[in-house]
């Protein structure tokens, strides 16, 4: 099956598909296969090289995985305690499911799973290199158009519908358009520029383009996570320093509120107690509590994490080393493009979303669904946006009919209102991270504090629309910078309008969570950002009226 | 950050420049891989395990090259740490089967 293609003309490549998925990594594999097990001609497009893009190609990730033998509701239930009351049992059982129809795919497919003590087939984890290239080749197999190095950088829409998108190719910068009966973007999260492994695409592209497509997102006041990782490198990776323990500058136990010595970094009773340590000053860690057979099972099984290690020639086990937490944006966040339809449509037709471009409200809540809940929703979200997709292109037509009505709706860091001025890409990315990376801003919020960042972004969102614009490959760059600004500000808009503290969102003038119905908060933009504040009770009331 | 390229080791296949997600690498006139645009590079280690022949090496640090050299990463050893660490060889991908992770998440709780 191949996808129409036309010969150049006026130097803009087009293509032509049933479906087109925008991203590289797992969400945008399931998306693809399981559109083209529809029936659809699918064409993905990645900014990167789909098999190492993403978040999960350089890690080593669990899934949420829930056999059908075991007690699903009462899993999911005893799961949705820790969701902070955001989360949806509903989602949360139907990702349980279709996320484990997937697993059960790849060991058809032959994915190579080890083995656990018993000698059972282990499917509840996945190797980022190994199950990524993996998809890569299942993916090509089912005839899917991988386009690589091609960011898209605008969505294309009749008006009504969104038709296809427009992007350019890496390094050279030729422009390309793909007109498709429906798009999937499975873009990822947005990293804020963080220089953590993987997350150098993940720059918020999906999330301006759905915005100016006039979907709303949700959730994005959840990006108060952060991760543990040794101080300078780019591997913010949790698990081992579940066998850390904590000290200060001179080799001194770093103590808890109750003075006891400060272990176990992956989250939890003392996580708060890390964080004040770290505004403090330097702290230092040590895989002091992993004994025996754990460090053979931390070096075989993580050895993307032993690298820092490796290659500083130190043994985390038994030498000192300095940590630092880094900021997730939405990555191990859980706002995103908001999630309409059962079969991930986002409310705009033609639209659809996959993955960590999602908002994870309805499984991850108000908490982290880093590590195992969001690799299950990429599973889950790329499968069910994949067949709503092709559902829809196939009631549309051929995309003959609609093509010469579209054109492409991007703005912010495209089509600058005033004149093009060279504005520094690395001045609005530090611009941004110094309002949304700290600890002290981000981790613990106050109203205050949140007004007077947002009211410092929004300057400098008016200034790039009226200004920042590029030639050339150059857009590429100019486009992810207005992306992350745009997700900022999305998130701290909904960081000031949660006046109360769930889950990761603490604001240290709301302690405690609200009173009454889970409140939710969906917004509009991308320019004047809209709140719409939504409960159950609300939905129970339109339901009756 | 990527740091290093081995004249010696590289083979010119340019494996590298395709599967850089950072898009990172580009070709010189002979063919030789560059490291073109060090700042966007992501600290994945990616490049390291597809490279069939360990000519790469990417410093440990995120933010900014360190100046390890060819010489140093030789002699320590370093070419494919990452590589034989998964059980890669020759840039073709194998060691998932022998994943030990199921073993830290039962000790995890």
């Not at chain 1, 429906?182 to 804020?192: E, H, I, M």
């Not at chain 1, 931390?298 to 290659?311: D, I, S």
């Not at chain 1, 929004?458 to 920042?468: F, I, Q, S, Y």
């Not at chain 2, 395990?49 to 360990?54: N, Q, V």
Request: glycine share 12%.
């Amino acid at each position: 099956m191949t996808t129409g293609q036309t010969t150049p003309a006026n130097g803009v490549r087009f293509l032509e598909g049933d479906v087109l998925v925008v991203g590289g990594g797992p969400s945008a594999a399931w998306a693809a296969v399981s559109a083209s097990e529809a029936g659809a001609r699918v064409v993905l497009a990645d900014k990167g090289y789909f098999g190492t893009s993403g978040a999960t190609a350089p890690s080593n990730t669990g899934t949420w995985c829930v056999a059908p033998g075991e007690d699903r509701p009462q899993v999911v239930e005893r799961r949705w305690q820790r969701t902070a009351g955001v989360a949806d049992q509903r989602w949360m059982l139907r990702t349980v499911d279709q996320s484990y129809r997937g697993l059960l795919r790849l060991f058809e497919w032959g994915y190579p799973f080890p083995k656990d003590e018993k000698g059972d087939v282990y499917i509840a984890n996945l190797r980022g290199p190994d199950y990524m290239r993996f998809m890569r080749t299942r993916v090509l197999a089912a005839g899917v158009t991988v386009l690589d190095h091609h960011p898209v950088l605008e969505l294309l829409s009749d008006g009504e519908t969104v038709t296809g998108a427009a992007g350019i190719t890496r390094p050279d910068g030729t422009d390309w358009q793909v007109k498709a009966g429906a798009v999937v973007l499975a873009t990822g999260g947005c990293a804020f520029f963080e220089r953590t492994s993987g997350a150098a695409g993940l720059t918020g592209d999906g999330l301006l383009m759905a915005a100016e497509a006039g979907a709303a997102l949700s959730g994005m006041e959840f990006t108060g996570k952060y991760t543990l990782a040794p101080y300078g490198t780019s591997l913010n990776k949790g698990l081992p320093f579940r066998w850390a323990s904590f000290y200060d500058e001179q080799g001194n136990p770093q103590l808890d509120s109750k003075g006891q010595h400060l272990t176990n970094g992956i989250g939890g009773p003392s996580e708060k107690d890390i964080v004040k340590a770290l505004i403090a000053g330097p702290v230092y860690a040590r895989l002091d509590l992993a004994e025996g057979a754990l460090q053979d099972w931390l070096r075989q099984g993580q050895p993307n994490v032993m690298q820092p290690y490796e290659r500083r020639g130190i043994n985390p086990f038994t030498d000192l080393f300095r940590v630092e937490l880094k900021p997730e944006g939405t990555v191990r966040g859980t706002g995103g493009i908001r999630v309409s339809t059962h079969d991930c449509g986002t409310g705009i037709p033609g639209l659809y979303v996959a993955g960590d471009a999602a908002s994870r409200e309805d499984v991850a809540g108000g908490t982290s669904g880093g590590g195992a809940i969001n690799s299950s929703w990429a599973i889950a979200s790329g499968w069910w946006s994949g067949q709503g997709a092709s559902a829809f292109s196939r009631r549309r037509g051929a995309p003959g009919v609609f093509r010469n009505h579209s054109a492409p709706i991007g703005q912010a860091g495209l089509r600058p209102r005033e004149t093009v001025f060279a504005v520094d890409r690395k001045a609005i990315a530090e611009a941004v991270r110094a309002e949304v990376a700290p600890l002290s801003r981000n981790y613990f919020r106050s109203g205050p504090a949140l007004a007077e960042s947002l009211q410092r972004l929004d300057v400098l969102w008016n200034a790039v629309t009226r200004e920042l614009g590029a030639e050339g490959p150059d857009r590429l760059k100019t486009r992810e910078a207005a992306s992350v600004l745009a997700s900022a500000r999305f998130s701290l808009t909904a960081a000031l309008a949660r006046t109360e503290s769930r889950g990761m969102h603490r604001r240290t003038d709301h302690p405690g969570e609200a009173e009454g119905p889970v409140r939710r908060y969906a917004l509009t933009g991308p320019d004047a950002i809209r709140v719409e504040v939504q409960s159950e009770a609300d939905q129970l009331q339109e339901k009756a009226s | 950050m990527i740091e290093v390229i081995s004249d010696s080791r590289c083979i010119r296949c340019d494996i590298c420049v395709r599967v850089c997600p950072a898009n990172v690498f580009a070709k010189d006139d002979q063919g030789l891989p560059i490291i073109a645009r060090q700042d966007d590079c992501q600290t994945c280690f990616l490049c390291e395990i597809y490279c069939p022949t360990d000519a790469l090496f990417v410093a440990e640090a995120a933010d900014g090259p360190i100046g390890i050299t060819e010489a140093e990463v030789e002699d320590r050893g370093l070419f494919g740490v990452y590589a034989r660490g998964l059980g890669w060889s020759k840039g073709r991908a194998n060691g998932a089967q022998f994943d030990t992770t199921h073993y830290l998440r039962v000790a995890q709780v």
